[in-house]
């Protein structure tokens, strides 16, 4: 399958080389532990989760997250290493209370050693002697090649990204013809075990707005977990529009139509979805049977849970983001390159996060999207 993407490097010839050992880890690895830091905010919350970006390059150009000509990519040298992203995973993991890490892009699987970088995380412990927990966020066109080897690497689950199950719309959205692609991909993480498979689906007005009803028989049918998600401003500046968006309100009221809901009394702790329990049965409107299950509506725009975020973002190039909206960031890669101890760049992430901001103020008059699109920041 080609997975060339145009403009800039080439990820897939390996533009973004494995480095040795950075200057100052070694010092720091010989050194008896350093006491336990904590990534916590002023408001009291604790970033226990790590979304580290491996890219910022995309197979796809969906119309929510950038222009049709795509980004000016991030020159590969300002990339971060495979063996810097392992040494930042292992900082965070071991010293800063991170529990769970989420591969993002761009499109990760576009990098050629994350398989490499999943399979180190997976040797770690934290301070509790527990195993990371590991996930990966997927458009899943390259999905069915790579789904054994993820496996295998230790990668525990999988959220691929899919807003509809019509060629025609899919090809609108996505830019590209790519959805059987996708759809394979999903089968084959279902065979290797990458459980529980969700699936992360936005609707645009005039493009999907009317099809939450198929994509939820869709996915229980294949025992496969659906979120929506409210459009957010991160695409092309200008585009989004608050008063035009879909919201959670009316998903919930859309699928009402068909399927029996009730509040899910599964606890989801700091995850951001609102859970809702799927009755089996016959739908209301098609008449079409359906399996139980669940679906989640992530209500990042109406509805923020900024105040049980426990998030910290690294970005493929080497920034500290304390919220995925913010508009300053910390850069560690530099520290790194220049020859900082692990004590100095656990200081300068927990800084970053002690700065977040209480919310993240969509709603406010004085709201500025932030500069770096989605697919620089990461998922």
């Not at 899943?140 to 054994?148: F, I, K, R, S």
């Not at 459980?195 to 007005?205: D, E």
Request: proline share 7%; hydrophobic share 40%; aromatic share 4%.
């Amino acid at each position: 399958m080609n997975a060339h993407v145009s403009g800039g490097p080439d990820v897939m010839s390996g533009a973004v080389p494995r480095s040795a050992p950075t200057p100052g880890r070694g010092a720091a690895a010989d050194a008896p532990p350093a006491p336990a830091t904590r990534l916590v905010d002023a408001h009291g919350r604790v970033a226990r989760d790590l979304r580290v970006s491996v890219t910022d390059r995309c197979n796809l150009r969906c119309t929510y997250c950038m222009p049709a000509e795509g980004m000016e990519w991030i020159p590969g040298r300002d990339l971060l290493t495979d063996d810097e992203i392992i040494r930042l995973i292992t900082l965070g993991v071991e010293r800063l209370g991170i529990r769970e890490i989420r591969f993002t892009g761009g499109e990760p699987l576009l990098r050629p050693g994350l398989v490499d970088i999943i399979a180190a995380t997976k040797q770690l412990r934290t301070d509790e002697g527990r195993v990371p927990e590991t996930a990966l966020t997927t458009n899943g066109v390259l999905l069915a090649g790579q789904a054994d080897r993820l496996a295998a690497a230790g990668l525990d689950r999988v959220n691929v990204s899919l807003d509809s199950i019509r060629p025609d719309t899919y090809g609108l959205l996505a830019r590209r013809d790519r959805l059987d692609d996708v759809l394979r991909g999903l089968e084959a993480a279902q065979r290797s075990g990458l459980s529980p498979i969700k699936i992360n689906t936005v609707l645009m007005p005039g493009r999907n707005h009317d099809q939450a009803v198929e994509l939820l028989h869709f996915c229980l049918e294949r025992g496969y977990q659906l979120r929506f998600i409210e459009e957010m401003p991160l695409g092309p500046k200008g585009q989004w529009l608050r008063d035009s968006m879909i919201t959670a309100e009316r998903i919930l009221s859309d699928l009402s139509t068909e399927f029996d809901l009730s509040p899910s009394a599964t606890p989801h702790g700091d995850a951001p979805a609102a859970l809702w329990d799927v009755s089996a049965g016959v739908g209301k409107h098609t008449g079409t049977a359906h399996r139980g299950g669940e679906v989640g509506i992530i209500a990042s725009v109406t509805k923020p849970f900024c105040g049980a975020c426990d998030r910290t973002r690294l970005t493929s190039d080497g920034a500290i983001r304390n919220c995925l909206f913010s508009r300053t960031e910390r850069p560690l890669r530099d520290l790194m390159r220049d020859g900082a101890t692990d004590d100095d760049i656990a200081a300068a992430w927990a800084g970053e996060m002690a700065a977040k901001a209480p919310g993240h103020g969509i709603d406010d008059p004085t709201f500025l999207q932030p500069d770096r699109g989605m697919s620089a920041i990461g998922g």
